[in-house]
């Protein structure tokens, strides 16, 4: 199997207590992210993703969740790293329209419907915390 590393940011609005998602074309709703790019660190991947899919530019901090899963009909392996993220400068606007569908601020309870592979749901992964740290 092919090893794949997918970074996503978990971009969250204090004020306002919402999570930023993406609706991508044909799929179903997410954090935004995607594939980490050959010399690229999760992190640089993270916030990449984030500004071609919403416009924003983010800061990342800690990673809140790492998970992994097989796609036999890929023959892909993927690892998931999700930091927490918050937006520093831009306003959200579909960029790419062939790939992302829609953008929306959310609440927990919604987030928590689109993504149930956050088994303790999205407010626990804000709390959550592991240190990222790129050794060259």
């Not at 609005?13 to 179903?28: I, P």
């Not at 990673?63 to 959200?92: M, R």
């Amino acid at each position: 199997m092919k090893r794949v590393d997918v970074a996503y940011a978990l971009v969250f609005d204090e004020v306002e207590q919402k999570v930023l998602m993406v609706k991508n074309r044909g799929r179903d709703w997410s954090l935004p992210g995607g594939a980490v790019e050959k010399g690229e660190t999760f992190a640089q991947a993270a916030i990449r993703e984030c500004k071609e899919e919403t416009n924003v530019t983010i800061e990342v901090e800690t990673i809140v969740a790492v998970n992994e899963a097989f796609f036999e009909k890929e023959a892909h392996h993927a690892l998931f790293l999700t930091f927490k993220a918050k937006v520093v400068e831009g306003s959200i606007r579909v960029v790419h329209k062939d790939e992302i569908e829609e953008i929306k601020w959310v609440d927990y309870e919604t987030a928590d419907g689109w993504m149930p592979y956050h088994a303790n749901g999205v407010e626990r992964l804000l709390q959550a915390s592991a240190p990222y740290t790129f050794q060259g």
